[in-house]
């Protein structure tokens, strides 16, 4: 029971796979661009994306924040519409 109840704990505490941690803080999907830079402050790179979208002629502009995460990995946050539509680590 014991073990069980430490497995638990764990599992609570660990960030998901889609979330990005800032101090206490986690940057989810849906997250408004506005409350990740109070979070996470400013990113160290922008980048403008253009994707291909149905209806749209000159497609679908996306954003991506890239934030270092230690020596060689990198959070990113991409961003559409002013809010999180994804967010993935990199290694480098």
Not at 20 to 32: E, Q
Not at 49 to 76: N, Q, S
Not at 84 to 91: G, S
């Amino acid at each position: 029971m014991k073990r069980l109840m430490i497995v638990f704990v764990c599992l609570l505490g660990a960030s998901p796979l889609y979330a990005m941690r800032c101090g206490n803080d986690l940057v989810l999907k849906g997250d408004i661009d506005i409350s990740v830079l109070e979070r996470c402050g400013d990113p160290l790179h922008k980048t403008v994306l253009k994707v291909p979208c149905a209806g749209i002629e000159d497609g679908c502009t996306i954003i991506r924040w890239a934030y270092r995460k230690g020596k060689r990995h990198y959070d990113m946050v991409y961003i559409s519409g002013g809010r999180v539509i994804k967010v993935e680590t990199e290694a480098k």
